[in-house]
């Protein structure tokens, strides 16, 4: 068992842990040709130019923005799919509604939204039936505004079907003796859901959050750089593409380093915040409270 673990953990040292040491050219005025250690150290001048720039500014806000859409509309979907199959009887009908939600995962941004491209595009089909019954078209794709409401439904189509997974394996662990208890005792299906389902799954619930809170300045950087183009800056730009393009593209690479290195310490405090505050409500979290 330990042999497997192997290729697991080198992999965690060789992409996660030996990659946080580069990190210190977020103090640096780094220079490729000099390298690190011949590099100028500026301190914190990288930080505080981040936020003298407006499009960090622009690129932070609208990361949180999408981010609560995000956290808002798509964590509860795959709890709701998830108490939707176990409803299912027939269990060749819950298999094949789980195949077909789950299969979106397995596909690469780029099909993702050239999929949604043909659907809602310009010259998409529910653009094309809507010139056929002489209304105008509508720019889904490509309007700012609706942005944010555009990236969660893609976000739900092919994500919401794997991360309903979780839900299943911990609805499975029930007891299925306390709901034939609640049904001889008069309880309908919604006191059932409410006084069995939901709290078995509180403890979940609450560990996918703080995970998903820690991660929330994370929303996705192949999915906003294929449409960035489309909707403008101003819109798309989020931490990951400013990252890219200031640091990669512009060779800014202290710039990039130092919004990426402020990226991962909020996500840290998040997440250290909401694991104390599941303590608060009597629950775990991601890791035990110390005993007094």
Known sequence: MLLMMVPGVAFLLLFFYVPILGNVIAFQDYQPYLGIRESEWVGLDNFIGLFDDP????????????????????FPIPLLLAVAVDSLVSGRMRRWFQSVVYLP??????L????????????????NALR??????????????TFPLLVVA?????????????????LASIDTSLYEAAAADGAGR????????LPALRPVIVLLLILRI??????????????RDAVGAQAAEVLDTFTYYSGVV?????????AGLFKGLIGLVLILGANKLAHTFGEAGIYQKRAS
């Open 55 to 74: 499009d960090f500014l622009n690129a932070f806000s609208n990361t949180l923005y999408l981010a609560a859409w995000q956290l808002v509309f798509f």
């Open 190 to 197: 919604w006191r059932r859901l409410w006084h069995i389902t």
């Open 214 to 227: 820690g991660d929330i300045l994370s929303v996705g950087f192949e999915q906003f750089i294929l449409q």
């Open 112 to 127: 993702v939204i050239a999929l949604f491209q043909q659907l809602l595009g310009g010259a998409g089909l529910v653009n």
């Open 154 to 170: 893609q976000l739900v189509w092919k994500d919401a079907g794997w991360a309903m997974i979780i839900f299943l394996a911990a």
């Open 105 to 110: 995962h397995f596909l690469s941004w780029v």
């Open 250 to 258: 512009g060779g800014g690479w202290s710039v990039g380093t130092a």
């Open 132 to 145: 056929h019954l002489g209304a105008d078209a509508i720019p889904f794709m490509t309007n700012p505004d």
